[in-house]
């Protein structure tokens, strides 16, 4: 057996211990609050969006990850790449931004300290920007993953993560039954898993 499937085989062990950590700590929380909700995994995926990579570019030594440092998410996705880059034998650059001037400057970051491939974080604003990301992964020849389809819909390589389609029909089932006379408490925790 190759390195690399022992290596995939390892982050993706450690994809399903940190999905079920997740989903018990979320319904922990929703019981002590007494409050519903669906939970989508979008900062939790960072080790399987990093085995995608190194599948499509297995030579890569030097994976960049890019995080929105207003995120109240980045420190978590920063912490839980850096343990998969671990565990895969690689280096990770983590490279910031929060406006589009700051995008730019992250993709020179990256040319610049010869980064193999990226792995973008959830952000709403990133969201917003993926046109942007499109246009700079080709320009620069970074092969990039994402969180949402809705990056490669709009040119962006690849992605995997959960999709948000499926979080909003999913809210708007909780809110159904809510306005039908649900308490909260009563209703479970849901993970998205499309």
């Known amino acids: 057996m190759s390195s690399t499937h022992s290596t995939t085989r ?14 018990k700590d979320a319904k922990e929380a929703a019981r002590e609050s007494g409050k519903a909700g669906v939970y989508f995994f979008l900062s939790d995926l960072a080790a399987k969006q990093l085995g995608l990579l190194r ?3 297995p030579s890569a030594t030097r994976i960049g990850l890019l995080v929105n440092p207003n995120n109240a998410n980045a420190e978590a996705v920063t912490r839980e790449m850096a343990a998969a880059v671990s565990a895969m034998g690689v280096q990770m650059e983590v490279v910031r931004a929060s406006d589009t001037a700051a995008i730019d400057a992250a993709f020179a970051a990256l040319v610049r300290n010869k980064t193999d491939a990226l792995v973008v974080g959830s952000d709403p604003f990133f969201f917003t920007r993926r046109v942007q990301f499109a246009t700079l992964a080709a320009r620069h020849a970074i092969p990039a993953v994402y969180t949402v389809r809705e990056y490669p819909e709009a040119g ?22 809510i306005l039908k006379g649900a308490k909260p408490s009563d209703l479970p925790v849901m993970p998205s898993c499309r």
């Open 55 to 57: 599948e499509l570019t």
């Open 156 to 177: 962006c390589l690849m992605s995997y993560g959960t999709s948000l389609v499926e979080v909003f029909r999913q809210i708007g089932i909780y809110a159904g039954r």
């Open 10 to 23: 390892d982050a993706q062990s450690a994809i399903r211990d940190t999905v079920r950590d997740s989903m």
